[in-house]
């Protein structure tokens, strides 16, 4: 007997795991060009103002916007050197990213500037300009004591950039999961049919920033797969399975689990992809996540869960689309994800009649459709609980933004 939760709970629950992982995760400290997909063990607070002086954004010269024109022109200043003083009446000369000196608030365009020389001075003249025209000012891209990233965060290429304008020269990063991909099923095993979940599953892993490693096959028999899942998750962080999530007479992954550890999450409220569990194996320091075995289910299942475990998002950037044909869905209290392709501007559902992979005829069938691995090339997928019809403006989520 599950006891099935809508993907909101599943989320939290899941996140509540993954903090249980991070206090016992192995940290290390890495240069900012490494941070891609690490997660932070500390908070990233600015030493100092970055910038630490105003800065030209422009070649030109720099003064005070009220003391008016003619100003005396009195030296310039490039982007490495220290910024002289300036009197009333004073501009200097500077090159774009030089520090402002400190009466300046403005940078007039060495192209509109209106020089004149006389008696070995030059006068500057020009139009009149505003405080703050060409100055990116100090402080803004950090301040002083300002958290620019919490512990727990999951850094981004951006991110790395940012780091090393602040002088973080060593980030606080927890090193990735270990994460081992165990496929079930005697057919898998003696060959009959093709392991279709697992190189999927492993490249879903790396994408999310962590290591990945595919084990051989355990056949339907309970205590074979008790004895494997016990083995790889005491040599792995997270150990994700696929297949013999079900009910039936040969599904022993969901018991075996249980025996091992606690239930965290007994299945979701969405198909395809309802038959997920998410287990703590504390004798073994790891989580496992069981997923259904058809690829279309598993790939769902793990974005809705997985990727909550190993990034720690939960939030599924949307885009908006027409809908290019009618959709009807089964007439059942439920959470139906619907993988759709894009033809022109608008979407139409994979395995629709009308779609590239008919599948289903005209109304939305999770459990065939959770077979056909061809599915797997969806451009996104819908989230939605009653039927739509043709024309409708609808959200979508690219594949690409969770994976």
């Keep these: 007997m599950t006891n099935r939760v809508s993907r909101r709970t599943a989320l939290d629950r899941t996140i509540g795991t993954r903090a249980t992982l991070l206090e016992e995760g192995v940290t290390n400290q890495v240069p900012p060009a490494e941070v891609t997909d690490r997660v932070l063990t500390e908070a990233i607070v600015a030493s100092a103002d970055v910038p630490p002086h105003d800065r030209a954004t422009m070649d030109g010269y720099a003064f005070a916007a009220a003391d008016g024109y003619p100003l005396r022109v009195v030296g310039d200043i490039g982007a490495e050197g220290e910024p002289p003083k300036i009197e009333t009446g004073e501009a ?234 009618d959709l009807a869905v089964p007439d059942r209290e439920a959470e139906f994800v619907v993988p759709v392709e894009h033809r022109g501007d608008e979407l139409v559902p994979l395995g629709h009649a009308d779609s590239s992979v008919p599948i289903y005829g005209e109304r939305f069938s999770p459990r065939i459709l959770a077979d056909c691995a061809r599915v797997l090339e969806m451009d996104g997928y819908l989230r939605v609980r009653e039927s739509l019809d043709v024309g409708e403006t609808v959200r979508f989520v690219p594949t690409e933004v969770v994976t």
Excluded: Y
């Design 92 to 325: 200097i000369r500077i090159a774009t990213g030089a520090s402002l000196p400190d009466r300046a608030d403005a940078v007039l365009e060495r192209e509109r500037a209106e020089l004149e020389e006389e008696n070995g001075e030059t006068t500057l003249s020009g139009p009149s300009v505003e405080p703050g025209r060409n100055v990116f000012r100090r402080g803004t891209t950090a301040k002083r004591d300002e958290t620019l990233f919490s512990a727990g965060d999951r850094l981004t290429p951006p991110d790395s950039g940012l780091l090393a304008d602040i002088g973080v020269a060593d980030v606080p990063v927890r090193e990735p999961f270990s994460v081992r991909i165990l496929g079930t099923g005697t057919e898998l095993v003696e060959g009959r049919q093709p392991d279709r979940d697992s190189p999927m599953l492993a490249n879903l892993v790396a994408s999310w920033g962590h290591e990945r490693q595919v084990v051989a096959p355990v056949p339907d028999e309970p205590d074979a797969v008790r004895d494997t899942i016990a083995e790889h998750a005491a040599a792995s962080d997270v150990l994700l399975t696929s297949g013999g999530t079900g009910g039936g007479a040969r599904d022993h992954v969901r018991s075996a689990l249980a025996d091992l550890g606690e239930i965290v999450v007994d299945g979701i409220d969405a198909r395809p992809g309802s038959h997920v569990r998410v287990v703590t194996l504390p004798d073994h320091d790891a989580v496992a996540v069981a997923l259904p075995g058809k690829p279309v289910a598993a790939f769902l299942s793990a974005i809705s869960v997985c990727r909550a475990l190993l990034t720690a998002e939960t939030a599924e950037p949307t885009e908006r689309a027409r809908l290019g044909c």
